[in-house]
């Protein structure tokens, strides 16, 4: 019983790690913990992540990974995409979309306004579904429920930083995303 449990547990690890390489190989910048529940995504780069650092690895992340754990998530319990390729370059909008799919997140978060033009592009024809303009506009702030995720566009949060009234605000977004099930 053990054994067809491991080998089910590997066959499922091994198709996450072909589908992470291709895209890899296709220019998608991918990293964290791949079964996660929350994506985060971001296009506006600092200069270290420009010159190739590590992404989410400096305030902005700090920050992001304090807020998730605070709201009740694992500390492991999220993975990143950036939406520009190692040249700078927004990644193509299919590219973007197979990525989400490949990830399977229940929440996406957009974290400055590069990441959520690239979700616009990506989802158009979902978003045009949604009945409430925000939410198909992915206005900051407002969460928006496509392809059975929650969609969080949180309008700049590295440059939020700098300010305490905007740390707030954007404190205040991302409590509207706390963990669907039990609180870890």
């Given at each position: 019983?053990?054994?067809?449990?491991?080998?089910?547990?590997?066959a499922?690890?091994?198709?996450?790690?072909?589908?992470?390489?291709?895209?890899?190989?296709?220019?998608?910048?991918?990293?964290?913990?791949?079964f996660?529940?929350?994506?985060l995504?971001?296009?506006?780069?600092?200069?270290?992540?420009?010159?190739g650092?590590?992404?989410?690895?400096?305030?902005?992340?700090k920050?992001?990974?304090?807020?998730?754990?605070?709201?009740?998530?694992?500390?492991?319990?999220?993975e990143?995409?950036?939406?520009?390729?190692?040249?700078?370059t927004?990644?193509?909008?299919?590219?973007f979309?197979?990525?989400?799919?490949?990830?399977?997140?229940?929440?996406?978060?957009?974290?400055?306004?590069?990441?959520?033009?690239?979700?616009r592009?990506?989802?158009?024809?979902?978003?045009?579904a949604?009945?409430?303009?925000?939410?198909?506009?992915?206005?900051?702030?407002?969460v928006?429920?496509i392809c059975?995720?929650r969609?969080?566009?949180?309008?700049?949060?590295?440059?939020?930083?700098?300010?305490p009234?905007?740390?707030?605000v954007m404190?205040?977004r991302?409590?509207q995303?706390?963990?669907?099930?039990?609180?870890?």
């Amino acid at each position: 019983m053990a054994s067809e449990r491991d080998a089910r547990r590997r066959a499922c690890v091994d198709k996450a790690t072909a589908e992470i390489d291709s895209l890899v190989a296709r220019g998608a910048r991918i990293g964290g913990n791949a079964f996660s529940a929350v994506l985060l995504v971001k296009g506006e780069l600092s200069d270290a992540e420009k010159d190739g650092g590590p992404a989410f690895s400096g305030a902005d992340g700090k920050a992001l990974r304090a807020s998730l754990e605070r709201l009740g998530y694992a500390p492991e319990d999220w993975e990143w995409l950036l939406a520009v390729d190692e040249a700078g370059t927004p990644l193509d909008a299919a590219l973007f979309r197979e990525a989400v799919c490949a990830l399977d997140p229940t929440t996406l978060v957009c974290c400055d306004e590069a990441a959520a033009a690239l979700a616009r592009e990506a989802y158009a024809d979902d978003l045009f579904a949604v009945e409430s303009l925000e939410e198909a506009m992915l206005a900051p702030g407002v969460v928006a429920r496509i392809c059975g995720m929650r969609v969080l566009n949180l309008g700049g949060f590295a440059a939020a930083l700098a300010d305490p009234h905007e740390k707030q605000v954007m404190w205040a977004r991302l409590k509207q995303i706390p963990p669907l099930g039990e609180p870890y």
